[in-house]
């Protein structure tokens, strides 16, 4: 079982509605979350981080945590075109001595003009 | 700020060739990593580096060897290209995992014939 599952869409929805990506992890000792973003042909770059349970605003973003169903999302308020991307969480854990990050798959997401 | 710097963009190999993939960073950042990215695996982790003269293996290292001799650079060699390494390699760095984000360059797109 990988350590974070993403359902990886496609998602497609229309200029100003609310968007909502989620993923699940596996191991509870998880404590910090990340959601990176992805346009076409380039590098993700981070959106938001958060650590541990609890909700984390960030302008039309807020990213969420409830450990309890060891259960992460991502809302995008008043989507726009230019958020019409992939978005991937992760999670760091520790592996073979070191920390390493392991990402989900990704959702890809158009918003519609 | 040039950030984490990829070259080549793109390439084309044949089955059994070999090459080296460049990958450089001016932020002084101690951790370095190389993912694939390939359509439904998403991004997985290939080789990692904590710092100058140390390296490990991540999720899927066979085929692919590294050294890091500075902490700026950071090169993934491919020994003898098969076509199942045809794939999206990003390179990515971090002052501190898990509490720093990690930056990524815009990748090298590999097409093994």
């Known amino acids: 079982q990988k350590e974070v599952e993403q359902d990886p869409g496609p998602l497609s929805v229309p200029e100003g509605a609310i968007v909502s990506l989620n993923c699940t992890y596996s191991?509870?000792?998880?404590?910090?979350f990340m959601w990176y973003r992805q346009y076409s042909r380039k590098g993700p770059e981070l959106l938001m981080y958060?650590?541990?349970?609890g909700n984390k605003e960030d302008g039309r973003f807020t990213a969420q945590v409830d450990k309890s169903s060891k259960y992460i999302s991502l809302f995008i308020r008043d989507s726009q075109p230019s958020d019409s991307a992939t978005y991937l969480c992760?999670?760091?854990?520790?592996?073979?001595?070191?920390?390493?990050?392991?990402f989900g798959k990704g959702t890809k997401l158009s918003v519609i003009p | 700020n040039a950030g984490v710097t990829q070259t080549p963009k793109f390439q084309v190999l044949k089955t059994g060739q070999s090459m080296t993939l460049q990958c450089a960073q001016d932020?002084?950042?101690?951790?370095m990593s190389w993912y694939r990215q390939d359509p439904g695996m998403g991004l997985r982790l290939i080789h990692y580096?904590?710092?100058?003269?140390?390296?490990d293996q991540g999720e899927v290292p066979n085929g692919y060897n590294v050294s890091r001799s500075t902490t700026e650079d950071f090169p993934l060699r491919l020994l003898s290209a098969a076509p199942s390494q045809t794939s999206v390699y990003f390179c990515?760095?971090?002052?501190?995992?898990?509490?720093?984000?990690?930056?990524f360059g815009n990748g090298t797109r590999l097409t093994v014939t």
């Open positions: 990515a760095s971090s002052r501190q995992i898990p509490n720093s984000p990690l930056h």
């Open positions: 191991n509870s000792a998880f404590q910090y």
């Open positions: 958060t650590y541990s349970s």
């Open positions: 992760a999670t760091p854990y520790s592996g073979a001595g070191s920390y390493q990050l392991t």
């Open positions: 932020m002084n950042h101690e951790y």
């Open positions: 580096s904590v710092g100058a003269g140390i390296t």
